[in-house]
Each structure stands twice: as C-alpha cells, then as structure tokens.
C-alpha cells in the first residue's frame, strides 16, 4: 500500500498543544475587557458587524483610528515635501544647464525614482566645466 494515502493520526502530544491553542485563542475571544496595552482599561469591547469582538473598547479604537489617520497624513506630507524637494532639485538643474522649460528631461526624470544621492552624481557627471572646456 502506497505511504501517500495512509491516513496518519496526530500524537496525543500534537493533539494537546493543538486544544490548548484553540482555547487560549476561544478564551481570548470570549475575554470581554478592552485589550489596550498601556494601561489597563476596565471599558468592554466593542462588537463588530459580524459579531467578533474588537480588541479595544469605543474610547480605544477610536483613539487609535486618529492616530493612525495622523500617521497616514504624515506620511503622505512627508512623500509631498519629498517630491516638491525633487521637482526644485530638478528645476535648478534645468536652470544651471539651460534647458527649456518645455522639454520634458524634468517629466522623464522623474519618472526615475532617484534619490538625492543618484542626482548628486548625474548633476556632476552632466555638469559642464568650464575647466574642461579650455
């Protein structure tokens, strides 16, 4: 008889680890205190829509949704300061090199996804000397 098919059994070891998993995590559930872990909260959690419990209570979650949009907001500033920082960058090199505003090398550039660094080292690779030129 092929070994593939042989239906094997847990051990009682593995069976007993596996039960008492699943307690700990039905108790968890059943557990109705707010699971803030700064500081203990005596507040119940709240009940989803599908009926599971939240892990916080009202006051929790809702602290924790505005913090996390604050996270998101700065985050997305961060990117925009960043990208304003990179279109400056880039508008001086088109200044410094005489480049029409109209040719699109700013666009295409871009597009790149260089950090400063990289455009440290393209401005000088492109840069013209006046040494060189002698």
């Known amino acids: 008889m ?29 557990n109705p205190r707010c699971g803030y872990p ?6 119940p959690r709240v009940v989803k829509r599908t ?16 913090n996390q949009r604050k996270r998101e907001r700065r985050r997305q500033e961060q990117q925009m300061r960043e990208q304003l920082t990179m279109e400056a960058y880039l508008q001086q090199l088109d200044e ?15 597009q790149l996804n260089l950090d400063d660094e990289d455009l440290r080292v393209l401005a000088s690779i492109l840069s013209i000397d006046s040494d060189d030129e002698s």
Do not use: V
């Open 2 to 30: 092929n070994s593939l098919y042989i239906n094997q059994t847990p051990s009682t070891q593995a069976a007993r680890e596996y039960f008492a998993i699943i307690d700990k995590l039905e108790a968890r559930n059943k």
């Open 38 to 43: 700064s500081k203990r909260c005596e507040n």
């Open 51 to 66: 009926g599971d419990l939240h892990r916080f209570c009202e006051y929790h979650r809702h602290q924790a949704n505005q």
């Open 96 to 110: 410094q090199c005489d480049i029409p505003a109209h040719e699109p090398s700013t666009e295409h550039l871009s």
